[in-house]
T-cell receptor, first 108, second 115 residues
């Protein structure tokens, strides 16, 4: 099945800093989503982005499907951005596979 | 529009018992998927339902089962609970196949503790 790797596994930022989170996947995908999991466990949709580039406020994402990776950019980070960021892909088997996540801590 | 709802939010059971978790999808969503999240294994796909039929299943033992009702609400059942079943169980719904893409929206989860 598809392998999904996220990097870095952990990230500590000072408030106001920018960051780039990466998601590599081992095969072509039908769907790709980015989520933010808050401390209470809720998965919050950030982007549905199987290809191309999208922006939503301080966050943007780019997926290069032909090269099998996606990037999530966080600009001017805030303490409320802390949490775990997951990339999830759906491949030919129609099963959704999650990466292990990037744990982000933003210091005030 | 209300989001995905899951009940109960917290549950404590003992080994050997069985448990049923419930999920109500976003209104209009007919696909429902279930996931298990543990610190060791991360987020793992359990199964997906559409139109009361299981469309796909992850690599879990037969103790894990689910079903979907005609109103798209779904339940999952775990029988003969083991300590390792302690986890956050997440439900997601999507508009697929009424649209061509499968963007999933998650509920708040049910945190199951097995003692």
């Amino acid at each position: 099945g598809i392998q999904v790797e996220q990097s870095p596994p952990d990230l500590i930022l000072q408030e106001g800093a920018n960051s780039t989170l990466r998601c590599n996947f081992s095969d072509s995908v039908n769907n790709l989503q980015w989520f933010h999991q808050n401390p209470w466990g809720q998965l919050i949709n950030l982007f549905y982005i199987p290809s191309g580039t999208k922006q939503n406020g301080r966050l943007s994402a780019t997926t290069v499907a032909t090269e099998r990776y996606s990037l999530l950019y966080i600009s001017s980070s805030q303490t409320t951005d802390s949490g775990v960021y997951f990339c999830a892909v759906e491949g030919g088997g129609f099963k959704t596979i999650f990466g292990a996540g990037t744990r982000l801590f933003v210091k005030a | 529009k209300a989001g995905v709802t899951q009940t109960p939010r917290y549950l404590i059971k003992t080994r050997g018992q069985q448990v049923t978790l419930s999920c109500s999808p976003i209104s209009g969503h007919r696909s429902v998927s279930w996931y298990q999240q543990t610190p060791g294994q991360g987020l793992q796909f359990l199964f997906e339902y559409f139109s009361e039929t299981q469309r796909n299943k992850g690599n879990f033992p037969g103790r894990f089962s689910g079903r979907q009702f005609s109103n798209s609400r779904s339940e999952m059942n775990v029988s003969t609970l083991e300590l390792g079943d302690s986890a956050l169980y997440l439900c997601a719904s999507s508009l697929w196949p009424d649209v061509s893409y499968n963007e999933q929206f998650f509920g708040p989860g049910t945190r199951l503790t097995v003692l």
